[in-house]
């Protein structure tokens, strides 16, 4: 489609209207000069089951909004880092480091009990849970990605993100055709979209508790803080 009708093109998935970007150079502008014109989300189930009513930042639909979650984001803190400037991803460099080599010693590793035969591995898993790994350290200071524990945190987070990330990209009915929605009941995602909801709550809600009773004893580690440390 995209040699026939060029590198931008729109039709309709059911009432939505979609644009089809083929092309860096027009994804570039998209998201540079007119970034403006796209800081927003069609309304979605999962923007309002999983995404607290549209109100989480990658779910807004209103761009009023949005822009004062940006602002609210940008705060400066009272150490004057922002939260998402350079200075910030500075003080996190020893979590991208620390997760590389622990993946580059965990293939070597699987190399060393492999012997001389060839070692085949699943980049694909491997480097997913490289940057979940990454996220999660630099967010929570903790690793349930790739060669840890079995314990119930590690694997509750699993569960939670996985299914969270996993029912983002299902096609819902009622994205499209709105009156058709009892159909996303029948095949059983509004509920599942609210179990995971209440799972990634539960996730969130622990590492938030874990911080704050960290600040009362006193406990941080000055050394190797994560997101919410700083």
């Known amino acids: 489609m995209a040699d026939k009708y060029g590198p931008i093109f729109c039709f309709h998935i059911g009432l939505r209207k979609t644009s089809v970007v083929s092309s860096w150079e027009v994804a570039k502008e998209c998201f540079t000069t007119m970034d403006k014109a796209f800081a927003t989300q069609p309304r979605s189930l999962a923007g ?18 949005c822009h004062d979650v940006r602002n609210l984001a940008s705060i400066v803190l009272d150490c004057e880092v922002e939260l998402f400037s350079s200075h910030q991803l500075e003080l996190l460099n020893h979590v991208r480091d620390s997760e590389v080599q622990l993946f580059i010693k965990e293939l070597y590793g699987q190399w060393i009990q492999n012997g001389d035969r060839p070692l085949l591995v699943e980049m694909k898993e491997k480097c997913w849970h490289l940057a979940a790994n990454v996220v999660v350290s630099a967010v929570a200071g903790k690793r349930y990605f790739g060669a840890v524990t079995n314990d119930y945190e590690p694997r509750q987070c699993r569960k939670a ?26 095949r059983g995602y509004t509920a599942k979209m609210k179990r995971t909801a209440r799972e990634v709550d539960q996730v969130l809600g622990s590492w938030v508790e874990e911080h704050g009773w960290k600040r009362v004893f006193g406990s941080m580690n000055k050394a190797h803080q994560d997101f919410q440390c700083i």
């Not at 989480?56 to 639909?61: A, E, H, I, L, V």
């Not at 993100?161 to 029948?186: C, E, H, K, Q």
């Open 48 to 65: 309002k089951l999983m995404g607290y009513d549209h109100s989480m930042f990658g779910f807004s639909p209103c761009r009023a909004y």
């Open 161 to 186: 993100l996985g299914d969270f990330l996993y029912l983002l990209g299902i096609f819902m009915v009622s994205d499209a055709i709105p009156f058709l929605g009892w159909l996303d009941t029948v």
